[in-house]
Nanobody, 120 residues
């Protein structure tokens, strides 16, 4: 069983910043594509940002220029720096790890989720 350990959520005022962290087991981190998803009440889960094992990143349009995803391979940790937060960013944020093994079997793991609330 693979455990992804998230931290960093909380309550912040509009315009504020938060940084989410997600630590993954070292056995998979270096080969996994890591991502952050979010799910707001009544909405489907959506991909917010992702970073490949090689460091390529992509973002949903609504967070471009405000959020930055990064990975520290020495710490087996992926981060999501969230700036200029808006009330519409309020959601439960989930860390995700995806990779394939030598036999092309695909694996997909999720963290437990961390609440981000943007409100005055």
């Amino acid at each position: 069983q693979v455990h992804l350990v998230e931290s960093g959520g909380g309550l912040v005022q509009p315009g504020g910043s938060l940084r989410l962290s997600c630590e993954a087991p070292g056995s998979i981190f270096s080969i996994a594509a890591m991502g952050w998803y979010r799910q707001a009440p009544g909405k489907q889960r959506e991909l917010v940002a992702a970073v490949t094992s090689g460091g390529s990143t992509n973002y949903v349009d609504s967070v471009k220029g405000r959020f930055t995803i990064s990975r520290d391979n020495a710490k087996n940790t992926v981060y999501l720096q969230m700036n200029s937060l808006k009330p519409e960013d309020t959601a439960v944020y989930y860390c995700n790890a995806k990779y394939s093994d030598l036999w092309s079997r695909r694996y997909d793991y999720w963290g437990q989720g961390t609440q981000v609330t943007v409100s005055s």
